[in-house]
């Protein structure tokens, strides 16, 4: 036996479920480094007004640990955050991350075989194994607007908010229409002096009475019927392969969903407002945005929507292509991600000197989500691929963190001491997610950060079943596996 040393990037959704399984499966020696001061990921680093999960709480959670007594359907950010905390503490998970560690560089040595980790802490650690839960949506995007750094006021992005900013009664101008964007609009307008909204692109926005509580009785009744809660955690898994069908599959499901987003906005804005609120692609095309108050919001008398483009922004405001200055004295960037760097800017380099930066060159691609070719012994949990929107995140982190532990036991069981993916294998699954694409509402023409540079899409186009086969168990044939006793 040679327990491996392990070490796992990240203690958000991904790295929580890492750390559940290797404790799970008795591995002792490993670690999780998160450079945040907290648990929790996207939890941790969001925390703008208004911020909610739009998927319901009773799946948006893992099915290891499940919260009998959300608060709401729909959980707050905050809430999301308590229960990230809460079930590191519960489980016992405390103990092995060490936050406030930020992984700067990862250096895979051919001759030992092992990963050496350079931290911001100065440190180095060496590592047989790294998995990689650092997140998709973790780098924001600052946009490349002409004059941002001499706006007069404040300038925060959705996504590094300044909970000491004033927001009452100042003019607040907010850039982006993705979820974030909604939801900040949402949150702000209300007490703003002004709220304008700047709409390059309109999104479809579902409507949802994203403020339901969880009903006294419902949260009594899962503490109280044995298995209730553990069995609609599992009816939700299953109705959500129904949603993930809608987005995979052209079909009358789709199509009813689609006529709600448009009779979403009918029925909530007049003309002319709604001509500046309609989408020209698809709805679902784009990570669907869901909201039950962002067309009220903009619809407010001190609200205004600005469709014009940018042409920079100046001390006072931002000025527009048709010459009008729009003031404010707080510019919020709802722009969004650089959603394909995952482990980056951590600097990454494998076997033979191969960087990560020149193997994603035209953009992340990886083999069933988790293992890069030039990249041996390291595993990525949601990455690339991922399906972030279709089938709930929290399980396929748990199948994935499985399948990276069954490798991990024929470590210690002596059997193997290097894995990495064949780049075959991995032009494969490619090929086969090209194919699979087609399809797919998120192929029917629309920008969005699903689309990477090399022009794919960055989702799971197949259902659960299929990621259930794909991570059962590690298949020999689409890796070079050195096994101990022909080492040499
Ligand atoms: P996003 O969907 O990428 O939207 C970014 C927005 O910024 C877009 O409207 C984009 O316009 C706009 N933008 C970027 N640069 C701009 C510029 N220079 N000038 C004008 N507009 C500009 O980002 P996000 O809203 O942060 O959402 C990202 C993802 O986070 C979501 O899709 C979702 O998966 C997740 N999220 C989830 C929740 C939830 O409730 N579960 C909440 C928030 C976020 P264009 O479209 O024209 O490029």
Known sequence: MSEPRVVVIGAGVAGISTAHVLQQNGFTDWVVLEKGSDVGGVWYWNHYPGLTCDV???IYQFAFAPKADWERVWATGPQIQQYHRDVVDRLGLRDRI??????????????????????????????????????????????????????????????????????????????????????????????????????????????????????????????????????????????????????????????????????????????????????????LCKRQVVSGSYYRAVKARNASLVTEGISRVEPAGVR??????????????ATGFRAHDYMRPMRVTGRDGITLDAAWADGPRAYRMTAIPGLPNLFTVLGPNSPTGSISLQYSADLTAKYIAQWLDRFRRGEIDRVEVTEEATAEFNRQVAEAMGPTVW??????WYLTEGGGIDLWPFDRATMDRMLAAPDDADFHVRSTATRG
């Open 443 to 448: 192929n029917t023409g629309c920008n969005s």
């Open 320 to 333: 527009t292509a048709d010459g009008a200055l729009h003031e404010a004295d707080l510019l919020v960037l």
């Open 56 to 58: 319901p709480s009773q």
């Open 98 to 283: 060490r936050c406030d560690t930020e992984v700067l560089a990862a250096e895979f040595d051919d001759v030992s075989g092992t990963w050496t980790l350079t931290l911001n802490t100065g440190e180095t650690m060496v590592a047989d194994f790294v998995v990689c839960a650092t997140g998709v949506l973790h780098n924001p995007s600052i946009p490349d607007i002409e004059g941002l750094a001499d706006f007069d006021g404040d300038v925060v992005h959705t996504a590094r908010w300044d909970d000491s900013l004033v927001t009452d009664g100042r003019r607040i101008a907010v850039i982006g229409t993705g979820s974030t964007g909604v939801q900040v609009v949402s949150a702000l307008q209300p007490k703003a002096a002004h709220l304008t909204h700047f709409v390059r692109s309109p999104q479809w926005v579902l409507w949802a009475p994203m403020w339901l509580p969880q009903l006294g009785l419902v949260s009594e009744a899962f503490k109280r019927v044995p298995g209730l809660l553990d069995q609609t955690h599992r009816a939700l898994l299953w109705a959500s392969g129904i949603l993930a069908d809608v987005v995979t599959t052209p079909s009358w499901r789709r199509r009813a969903v689609q006529a709600y987003a448009r009779l979403s906005l009918r029925a909530q804005v007049p003309e002319p407002l709604r001509e500046g609120l309609r989408p020209d692609d698809e709805p």
